[in-house]
Structures are given as structure tokens and as C-alpha cells.
T-cell receptor, first 119, second 116 residues
Framework: GAGVSQSPSNKVTEKGKDVELRCDPISGHTALYWYRQSLGQGLEFLIYFQGNSAPDKSGLPSDRFSAERTGGSVSTLTIQRTQQEDSAVYLC?????????????????FGEGSRLTVL | AQSVAQPEDQVNVAEGNPLTVKCTYS??????LFWYVQYPNRGLQFLLK??????LVKGSYGFEAEFNKSQTSFHLKKPSALVSDSALYFC??????????????FGTGTQLKVEL
């Protein structure tokens, strides 16, 4: 597609349920990032995928959070046994080779986010 | 570790007046610095970056930012604000040379409100 696509745009769930959030990056982008945006907390890095390398999971807040990227394209962020503090907007971004992109264009392309509300 | 601070949660300015949104950074190496803007219910959009070279960088929509190494700052500026500039602004940093990874570290954001 023309841009980064995320689904669902809004998700309301009950505490304890599992949720899956999907990100479809820009075609050809090798790098994919997940961030979480909570009110007053800025953007919190969650996880980063680059090509076939092992993902950087250093930002995942607990073992209830996991993400995978199949075939180097679409990514799914899974939150198990959701808690109220998981309520946030989950943003996905993609870029071409990060060394080249951040040096030459500086640009991550963001999707519009998935707003998660845990009741 | 790399970090950025945006000391103001909100900045109010009258249309036509100059605006400044502040950002300071902390890295152990040389920083790559960025500004992004977020309009309501939208994703983040890239505005401008500093990698190396001229300390004054120009970006989209008439915005510019000045890199000041001695003050570890990268303030966003615009000579004449527009109501349509009202949005949430994020500063971000990547510490390229000390293996900060390929992730950007973002500040908490500054809400800019431009009034008539």
C-alpha cells in the first residue's frame, strides 16, 4: 500500500482477554517498529524488526507482550491477559534500511495507530 | 542511554507570532535529532532532522530547528505561527555511534496551540 496500515483502528476489550494488533508496512521497507503512546507518556519503544535479524525486544514491558513479523512484511503485536494499564494507542512505523534511512532521510513512516481500551 | 526532554507540556502562541518548542537531549555519542508532528487521530509525520553539518536545519511547513551542542538543545522554531500549526510535537534522538540501536527515543511531546 501507499502507507503504513494498522488494524483495528479501535479495539475495546475486557480485562484478561487477549488482543492482536496488525501492522502492514510500506512495501519494501525492511525495518518495522512498534511504539506505544499513552496519555502524558510520549512514545514508548516496544520492539524493532530489521530484515532477518533477531528483533530488538528491549522495550516490551512484560512477557504478556509479544510480536512477530511473518515473511518480513506484516507484523502482529499480541497482548495476552490485557490489563487496564495496557490502554494506549499502539503505533507502528516502517523504514527502509535504518542506517541509510536515518542518515539520509531521517524518516520513519508511521501508521495512524490502533487505540486499545481495556475495561 | 539516550533521552530527550521536552520541558513544556503546552505552548500557546498568537497567530503571526514566532513560536519555539523546546527540546534538550542526552546521548553519549553524537546525536541524530528529529522533530515529528502529530495531528489529532493521526500518526506521526516527519518534520526535520539534524545529522551533521549546518546547525540550522529547515524542514516542512516553514519550520526550522537549531542544533546547539554546548546547550545540548534542538529547539523547533517558526517565524510566524499559523492556526493550522496547532498539533502535538515530538522531539526524538538516535545515538548512532554508540550502538543505541536503530530505534528513536522520543520525548513526551509538546502541545502547540495557535490562537487567532
Amino acid at each position: 500500500g501507499a502507507g503504513v496500515s494498522q488494524s483495528p483502528s479501535n479495539k475495546v476489550t475486557e480485562k484478561g482477554k487477549d488482543v492482536e494488533l496488525r501492522c502492514d508496512p510500506i512495501s519494501g521497507h525492511t525495518a518495522l517498529y512498534w511504539y506505544r503512546q499513552s496519555l502524558g507518556q510520549g512514545l514508548e519503544f516496544l520492539i524493532y524488526f530489521q530484515g532477518n535479524s533477531a528483533p530488538d525486544k528491549s522495550g516490551l514491558p512484560s512477557d504478556r507482550f509479544s510480536a512477530e513479523r511473518t515473511g518480513g512484511s506484516v507484523s502482529t503485536l499480541t497482548i495476552q491477559r490485557t490489563q487496564q494499564e495496557d490502554s494506549a494507542v499502539y503505533l507502528c512505523a516502517s523504514s527502509s534500511d535504518p542506517h541509510r534511512a536515518l542518515r539520509d532521510t531521517g524518516e520513519l513512516f508511521f501508521g495512524e495507530g490502533s487505540r486499545l481500551t481495556v475495561l | 542511554a539516550q533521552s530527550v526532554a521536552q520541558p513544556e507540556d503546552q505552548v500557546n502562541v498568537a497567530e503571526g507570532n514566532p513560536l519555539t518548542v523546546k527540546c534538550t537531549y542526552s546521548v553519549s555519542g553524537n546525536p541524530y535529532l528529529f522533530w515529528y508532528v502529530q495531528y489529532p487521530n493521526r500518526g506521526l509525520q516527519f518534520l526535520l532532522k539534524y545529522i551533521t553539518g549546518d546547525n540550522l536545519v529547515k524542514g516542512s511547513y516553514g519550520f526550522e530547528a537549531e542544533f546547539n551542542k554546548s546547550q545540548t538543545s534542538f529547539h523547533l522554531k517558526k517565524p510566524s505561527a499559523l492556526v493550522s500549526d496547532s498539533a502535538l510535537y515530538f522531539c526524538a534522538v538516535r545515538d548512532f555511534f554508540t550502538g543505541g540501536g536503530n530505534k528513536l527515543t522520543f520525548g513526551t511531546g509538546t502541545q502547540l496551540k495557535v490562537e487567532l
